[in-house]
């Protein structure tokens, strides 16, 4: 693109220079485990310790449907609870005093009444860091000292200890925060943790949280209603989440962020993975699945559905260890209509409100960070990421997203790590557009990829994508047909990706021009940069046209041709929610357009044409690298070649153009037949050369066509 797009493209790289880096999740520094864990594994014994509530009617009305051996064990347990067990479930964790206990929480709903009020005293006045969202970064010694400032029930420090709760269904025993707490269960420095059979809720944060645990479950335990994450397992590992559910998240359902880097340097093959999560279903939140830094996570036979998006993974925040992100595999998951748009949320001033006042329960969802709706999987700067074998369908924008993302974002400034994502990313076997009974379910596109990264690549055949042709897997990992090799993405796509990633839900700004915003026609800022765009070239274009090329049949059409391919790049424009042929079709004609200008050029202004014909062949070399096959081995997309081209030849055009001249005269009897130069006088002054001074402009009619 010419000067009005290089232009904008270093003014938004600049800006994100230099704003402060934004970040969904922070914690304290944290150093990732050694790895000597395990996974725990589920003891079937009688609890230790147990949790229940004095309202015996109420017990008894909660279990009578139960089956009956189920409803027997509850009463015997209840009997054992009214004469040694504990009301709430902080005090029985405070009770734990050796590693090995179970706890068992009797059905029935814990607003843990003592950890709720705010912190008074020495904790009312800690000092830490804030967060970006307003809460304080807490030391480990200061979540132990004061532990319930921002935890509804803190397990700091134990080991081996499970808790379960003892009704028919996760959803009859209730660990409720009420939004009073930051997380309603964190488990800090705990290894080995088991939580089984509760739902936990209703936080300003996260309801479930496990930090620096080395050896942790999640099973059969329920989510929802919370301003950032359902699960959230940070800087863990030998994790095992199973058959969870969450829903109604402002940010994802489950969370894996800064899984253990166990696979950092390895290929495709790896002896074993951090994090392992199946079984779940995850709905109804900004995105079902989500990992900045989620390394070495395996997921597989869950079910993605009814969010903004279905998974992300991303190298895009700093402060998370293990960045950049890489070694997930994602296999035999239901990844599907992620349509929900929540945006308007936030531009009504509904997250404005206090979180009870929001109307979670009734189906509200804040986004707390930029998300493009109506997405399968995007993965934002990772690398060695398998997705294979998954049903990917019913998404109104892409199917996959995949995009690079710069170093300096999470916080290193290195030239040599600045390229460093988006490498070896392979989408192989996957079932695209179909549900699991084979009925048809398209995606907007299959396949929507900046361009950045080498080594990646689609299974052949995806319905419809951007670039129109992408580099093909073969049968084993690490093959690749049509592999390419950039540094730096499309410079449209990047400058959309600049402008939508300035959002702010605190704030309630959204950023103008961007589609995933609601933003239609004119507003958006690839049909504005391609109006920008195609008014300079017209201007300019057409002072060309008038001053020199008017008289010139080869000249006229190929303006027209140059005029129609810049009327179909600002429609082309429109079109991102479907793959298309428009764009590539415009950079078809506007490079017919050059390549007539410059030949019509060749006998009054020959440097003019050399640059003109060198610009026609660099935009049908980007039409061919969009639509047929990108040009491996290239460092840039020609794109950027012929931006910086373009430049050049705006400026020398709009000189030639104000330079006195006379314009090309059509062909005549005994003229030139292709009419791009006036006939040789006869007589005996000399011809001028083309590298002679032109004589002073006069006016001229041109002679009519014979």
């Given at each position: 693109?010419?000067?009005?797009?290089?232009?904008?493209?270093?003014?938004?790289?600049?800006?994100?220079?230099?704003?402060?880096?934004?970040?969904?999740?922070?914690?304290?520094?944290?150093?990732?485990?050694?790895?000597?864990?395990?996974?725990?594994?589920?003891?079937?014994?009688?609890?230790?310790?147990?949790?229940?509530?004095?309202?015996?009617?109420?017990?008894?009305?909660?279990?009578?449907?139960?089956?009956?051996?189920?409803?027997?064990?509850?009463?015997?347990?209840?009997?054992?609870?009214?004469?040694?067990?504990?009301?709430?479930?902080?005090?029985?964790?405070?009770?734990?005093?050796?590693?090995?206990?179970?706890?068992?929480?009797?059905?029935?709903?814990?607003?843990?009444?003592?950890?709720?009020?705010?912190?008074?005293?020495?904790?009312?006045?800690?000092?830490?860091?804030?967060?970006?969202?307003?809460?304080?970064?807490?030391?480990?010694?200061?979540?132990?000292?004061?532990?319930?400032?921002?935890?509804?029930?803190?397990?700091?420090?134990?080991?081996?200890?499970?808790?379960?709760?003892?009704?028919?269904?996760?959803?009859?025993?209730?660990?409720?925060?009420?939004?009073?707490?930051?997380?309603?269960?964190?488990?800090?420095?705990?290894?080995?943790?088991?939580?089984?059979?509760?739902?936990?809720?209703?936080?300003?944060?996260?309801?479930?949280?496990?930090?620096?645990?080395?050896?942790?479950?999640?099973?059969?335990?329920?989510?929802?209603?919370?301003?950032?994450?359902?699960?959230?397992?940070?800087?863990?590992?030998?994790?095992?989440?199973?058959?969870?559910?969450?829903?109604?998240?402002?940010?994802?359902?489950?969370?894996?962020?800064?899984?253990?880097?166990?696979?950092?340097?390895?290929?495709?093959?790896?002896?074993?993975?951090?994090?392992?999560?199946?079984?779940?279903?995850?709905?109804?939140?900004?995105?079902?699945?989500?990992?900045?830094?989620?390394?070495?996570?395996?997921?597989?036979?869950?079910?993605?559905?009814?969010?903004?998006?279905?998974?992300?993974?991303?190298?895009?925040?700093?402060?998370?260890?293990?960045?950049?992100?890489?070694?997930?595999?994602?296999?035999?998951?239901?990844?599907?209509?992620?349509?929900?748009?929540?945006?308007?949320?936030?531009?009504?001033?509904?997250?404005?409100?206090?979180?009870?006042?929001?109307?979670?329960?009734?189906?509200?969802?804040?986004?707390?960070?930029?998300?493009?709706?109506?997405?399968?999987?995007?993965?934002?700067?990772?690398?060695?990421?398998?997705?294979?074998?998954?049903?990917?369908?019913?998404?109104?924008?892409?199917?996959?997203?995949?995009?690079?993302?710069?170093?300096?974002?999470?916080?290193?400034?290195?030239?040599?790590?600045?390229?460093?994502?988006?490498?070896?990313?392979?989408?192989?076997?996957?079932?695209?557009?179909?549900?699991?009974?084979?009925?048809?379910?398209?995606?907007?596109?299959?396949?929507?990829?900046?361009?950045?990264?080498?080594?990646?690549?689609?299974q052949d055949g995806p319905d419809g994508s951007t670039p129109g042709t992408v580099p093909q897997c073969g049968d084993r990992r690490g093959e690749v047909s049509g592999a390419s090799a950039r540094l730096v993405g499309e410079p449209v796509k990047l400058v959309q990706l600049l402008v939508c990633a300035d959002y702010n839900v605190q704030a309630r700004k959204?950023?103008?021009?961007?589609?995933?915003?609601?933003?239609?026609?004119?507003?958006?800022?690839?049909?504005?940069?391609?109006?920008?765009?195609?008014?300079?070239?017209?201007?300019?274009?057409?002072?060309?046209?008038?001053?020199?090329?008017?008289?010139?049949?080869?000249?006229?059409?190929?303006?027209?041709?140059?005029?129609?391919?810049?009327?179909?790049?600002?429609?082309?424009?429109?079109?991102?929610?479907?793959?298309?042929?428009?764009?590539?079709?415009?950079?078809?004609?506007?490079?017919?357009?050059?390549?007539?200008?410059?030949?019509?050029?060749?006998?009054?202004?020959?440097?003019?044409?050399?640059?003109?014909?060198?610009?026609?062949?660099?935009?049908?070399?980007?039409?061919?690298?969009?639509?047929?096959?990108?040009?491996?081995?290239?460092?840039?997309?020609?794109?950027?070649?012929?931006?910086?081209?373009?430049?050049?030849?705006?400026?020398?055009?709009?000189?030639?153009?104000?330079?006195?001249?006379?314009?090309?005269?059509?062909?005549?009897?005994?003229?030139?037949?292709?009419?791009?130069?006036?006939?040789?006088?006869?007589?005996?002054?000399?011809?001028?050369?083309?590298?002679?001074?032109?004589?002073?402009?006069?006016?001229?009619?041109?002679?009519?066509?014979?």
């Amino acid at each position: 693109m010419p000067a009005a797009l290089l232009a904008a493209l270093l003014a938004l790289l600049s800006l994100l220079a230099a704003a402060p880096a934004a970040s969904a999740h922070e914690e304290r520094p944290i150093t990732l485990p050694d790895g000597s864990g395990s996974v725990p594994e589920y003891r079937a014994a009688e609890p230790d310790l147990i949790v229940c509530k004095t309202d015996r009617p109420a017990f008894e009305r909660r279990i009578s449907g139960f089956p009956d051996e189920l409803r027997q064990r509850n009463l015997a347990l209840y009997e054992r609870c009214e004469k040694s067990g504990y009301r709430h479930l902080q005090e029985a964790v405070d009770a734990v005093d050796r590693p090995g206990m179970n706890i068992a929480i009797l059905p029935g709903l814990y607003e843990e009444e003592p950890s709720l009020p705010a912190p008074t005293g020495e904790c009312a006045a800690l000092k830490a860091p804030q967060s970006s969202l307003g809460y304080q970064i807490l030391s480990y010694e200061q979540q132990v000292r004061c532990r319930h400032n921002q935890n509804l029930v803190a397990i700091l420090g134990k080991t081996n200890l499970q808790i379960e709760g003892t009704g028919a269904s996760r959803l009859d025993v209730v660990v409720d925060a009420k939004y009073q707490k930051l997380n309603a269960i964190r488990a800090d420095k705990s290894n080995g943790v088991y939580f089984r059979n509760f739902t936990a809720q209703r936080t300003t944060f996260n309801s479930l949280y496990v930090l620096a645990g080395d050896g942790f479950v999640i099973d059969d335990v329920l989510t929802r209603w919370n301003d950032e994450y359902g699960f959230l397992t940070f800087a863990s590992d030998h994790g095992l989440y199973k058959n969870c559910e969450s829903y109604g998240n402002g940010d994802s359902g489950i969370y894996p962020g800064s899984a253990s880097n166990i696979n950092d340097g390895r290929g495709y093959e790896v002896p074993r993975y951090s994090i392992e999560i199946t079984g779940c279903h995850s709905h109804h939140n900004m995105v079902g699945y989500s990992g900045t830094a989620g390394d070495s996570v395996w997921v597989h036979d869950n079910e993605f559905d009814q969010n903004m998006g279905g998974a992300s993974m991303d190298s895009a925040f700093p402060g998370h260890p293990g960045l950049p992100q890489n070694h997930a595999k994602f296999e035999r998951n239901l990844i599907h209509d992620n349509n929900q748009d929540y945006y308007g949320y936030v531009a009504d001033g509904t997250c404005a409100k206090p979180p009870i006042e929001r109307g979670y329960e009734r189906g509200v969802v804040c986004p707390q960070i930029s998300m493009p709706p109506g997405t399968g999987i995007i993965t934002a700067g990772g690398n060695w990421n398998l997705y294979e074998n998954n049903w990917v369908y019913g998404h109104r924008r892409a199917g996959f997203f995949l995009s690079a993302v710069p170093a300096f974002i999470r916080g290193e400034e290195a030239w040599s790590k600045q390229t460093d994502t988006s490498h070896h990313n392979r989408y192989a076997g996957n079932v695209m557009g179909k549900d699991r009974s084979g009925a048809a379910r398209p995606n907007g596109m299959d396949v929507w990829w900046d361009g950045q990264g080498r080594a990646n690549c689609w299974q052949d055949g995806p319905d419809g994508s951007t670039p129109g042709t992408v580099p093909q897997c073969g049968d084993r990992r690490g093959e690749v047909s049509g592999a390419s090799a950039r540094l730096v993405g499309e410079p449209v796509k990047l400058v959309q990706l600049l402008v939508c990633a300035d959002y702010n839900v605190q704030a309630r700004k959204l950023p103008a021009g961007c589609d995933w915003y609601g933003a239609r026609g004119l507003e958006r800022v690839e049909t504005q940069l391609a109006l920008a765009v195609a008014a300079v070239l017209l201007l300019v274009g057409g002072v060309l046209w008038w001053r020199r090329l008017r008289g010139s049949r080869l000249g006229t059409a190929a303006s027209l041709a140059g005029l129609a391919g810049l009327v179909l790049d600002v429609a082309g424009s429109t079109m991102s929610l479907t793959a298309t042929f428009v764009p590539a079709l415009a950079l078809l004609l506007l490079g017919l357009w050059w390549t007539g200008v410059g030949l019509a050029l060749r006998a009054g202004r020959p440097w003019l044409a050399r640059l003109t014909l060198l610009l026609a062949g660099l935009t049908l070399l980007d039409a061919f690298d969009k639509a047929v096959l990108m040009i491996p081995w290239t460092p840039l997309s020609p794109a950027w070649i012929r931006a910086l081209v373009a430049v050049v030849w705006v400026l020398w055009a709009v000189v030639a153009s104000a330079r006195p001249g006379t314009p090309a005269r059509p062909s005549g009897p005994g003229g030139d037949p292709t009419g791009d130069r006036e006939p040789v006088p006869a007589g005996p002054a000399p011809a001028l050369s083309a590298a002679a001074p032109e004589p002073p402009a006069t006016p001229t009619t041109p002679d009519p066509a014979p």
